[in-house]
């Protein structure tokens, strides 16, 4: 029946993310190191709030847009944390996850003909949400000896005449690289030589570990050209619940709020009283996870450098990514192997980008147990292969 699949549909490739763990669920005993999900539960208020407004009767649609109330606590909180000043009333959308955003996004800037630039290695979806507007994916390489922060000379090679939007997600996945004020500078200024909008997915931004996130929107110039994306589902172990959101200029969120409407309606209201909940009374609990997350990351990174693998820190997300050039094996041949021989399951580093090759991505969203047999695991496994 594959002739009846329009042909963007049919050449889209399944995630590289999912690959290995479809395989790891046939297997006993398996530690996974690769799925980027809390290994919390959502804080206890947010999950009664939740509960409570089933118990109300409140089972009906909300406005396309979210509910006021909770698009007002966001504007509170991104002005709050991130020197982000947004009207609730007509910009700002509540969305089906972060993921919804993005999609959102593409589809409401992008066409046949358009160009992407997308920072490498970097999530999953944005190659293929761009895919389906019907633009051209550019790959723009970051590097480990530069701490994977993207460089304006990169993206003057990458640019072409039809670039209408660049891509920016930091805290990154799957590095772990974060881009600091002074970085984004020479970016903020190649944007507005060339006239991009950029998408800016930072629902990492308060897993960041050194100093303060920087919202790319607080740059100067930079507010009206940047939807600023982010979510409920990292930071406050929301992950199933599907809620995030989309901030930008009223006309950018006007034609997102139209795609909205006919594909999706409005975000789950019960996810939405949730999410409101999380923002009134679940910021210790967040912050309780985040410095449970900080001392997994240094015992991840000094783990991987005890076993000899080059490991670069991360400064933001949950995510190591070592590199394992020294073993001579592929980055797909190295999670094969180690997952058949020590069962443990990892993402090859090229699921992320062709500048992914030579690494793998580890979560370090799993206990601290957990990650300490993973690292003798794949000590052993490393053993039979660096010399």
């Known amino acids: 029946m594959n002739h009846y699949l329009s042909p963007i549909a049919a050449s889209l490739p399944p995630s590289g993310i999912r690959r290995f763990f479809d395989l790891a669920s046939t297997m006993k005993n398996v530690i996974s190191l690769g799925v980027g999900e809390p290994d919390f539960v959502t804080p206890w208020t947010v999950r009664e709030s939740g509960i409570f407004s089933l118990e109300q009767g409140q089972t009906m649609y909300t406005s396309n847009s979210g509910l006021i109330e909770l698009r007002q606590a966001l504007s509170w909180n991104m002005e709050k ?48 949400c761009a895919t389906l507007a019907g633009a051209e994916v550019h790959f723009v390489p970051t590097r480990a000896e530069e701490d994977f922060r993207l460089r304006v000379e990169d993206l003057e090679r990458a640019y072409t005449p039809n670039t209408k939007v660049l891509v920016l997600s930091y805290p990154n996945n799957p590095t772990g690289a974060i881009m600091t004020w002074e970085d984004y500078q020479p970016i903020a200024k190649f944007v507005q030589d060339h006239d991009l909008i950029v998408l800016a997915d930072e629902i990492y931004s308060d897993l960041t570990y050194i100093g303060n996130h920087t919202a790319f929107a607080s740059l100067p110039n930079m507010r009206n050209r940047t939807l600023h994306v982010s979510g409920f589902s990292k930071s406050y172990a929301m992950t199933g619940w599907r809620i995030g959101y989309v901030a930008g200029h009223h006309d950018f969120i006007q034609a997102m709020t139209r795609i909205h409407q006919y594909t999706m309606l409005c975000a789950p209201i019960t996810a939405q009283v949730a999410a409101l909940e999380a923002l009134r009374s679940a910021e210790q609990s967040m912050q309780d996870m985040v410095a449970t997350y900080d001392r997994r990351r240094r015992l991840m990174v000094h783990g991987f450098r005890k076993i000899g693998l080059s490991c670069f820190e991360p400064l933001g997300a949950f995510y190591t990514f070592p590199s394992i ?28 980008g062709p500048s992914g090759e030579g690494h793998i991505r580890c979560s370090y969203a799993y206990s601290t147990e957990q990650i300490q047999e993973a690292l003798n695991r794949m000590g052993r496994f490393l053993s039979k292969r660096i010399k």
């Open 81 to 128: 944390k991130l020197g982000l000043e947004y009207n609730p009333q007509n910009e700002i959308l509540v969305t089906v996850g972060a993921s919804e955003a993005v999609d959102l996004a593409m589809r409401a800037l992008l066409g046949p003909g358009d160009a992407v630039l997308v920072p490498d290695p970097s999530y999953v979806s944005y190659g293929p």
């Open 325 to 352: 050039k020294s073993t001579g094996l592929t980055s797909e041949e190295f999670a094969e192997e180690l997952l058949r021989e020590e069962k443990v399951a990892v993402v090859p580093g090229n699921a992320f």
